[in-house]
């Protein structure tokens, strides 16, 4: 089991810019899919962004704003996010499978979660 953490979340008016980092407690080297998900008041969780070995996949609604990326040599994921608007607003959470494991590409997501991180977006 991998743990988690989030951060870089806050207050950002419409149009600012935010990081989020996510931290691994171990090594993400084999570690097949990581992404960052998001949930708004209301609404199920959806995809923001994902990274694979296959490569990176955007939500339509944060294409050519967001980027996300990883450091296997500080065991972390990153989501760079610009341009950003009211309606991102949400608590954003980063998974990932398991080591080794190819569940996501099997179609049963990821195995592993942080708690979240609050990004608000003003207008």
């Known amino acids: 089991q991998v743990q988690l953490v989030e951060s870089g979340g806050g207050l950002v008016q419409a149009g600012g810019s935010l990081r989020l980092s996510c931290s691994a407690s171990?090594?993400?080297?084999?570690?097949?899919?990581m992404g960052w998900y998001r949930q708004a008041p209301g609404k199920q969780r959806e995809l923001v962004a994902v990274?694979?070995?296959?490569?990176?996949n955007y939500a339509d609604s944060v294409k050519g704003r967001f980027t996300i990326s990883r450091d296997n040599a500080k065991n972390t994921v990153y989501l760079q996010m610009n341009s950003l608007k009211p309606e991102d607003t949400a608590v954003y959470y980063c998974?990932?499978?398991?080591?080794?494991?190819?569940?996501?590409?099997?179609?049963?997501?990821?195995?592993?979660w942080g708690s979240g991180t609050l990004v608000t977006v003003s207008s």
């Open positions: 998974g990932c499978s398991d080591p080794s494991s190819d569940s996501y590409f099997l179609g049963y997501g990821m195995d592993n």
């Open positions: 171990g090594s993400i080297f084999n570690i097949n899919a």
């Open positions: 990274i694979t070995t296959a490569g990176t």
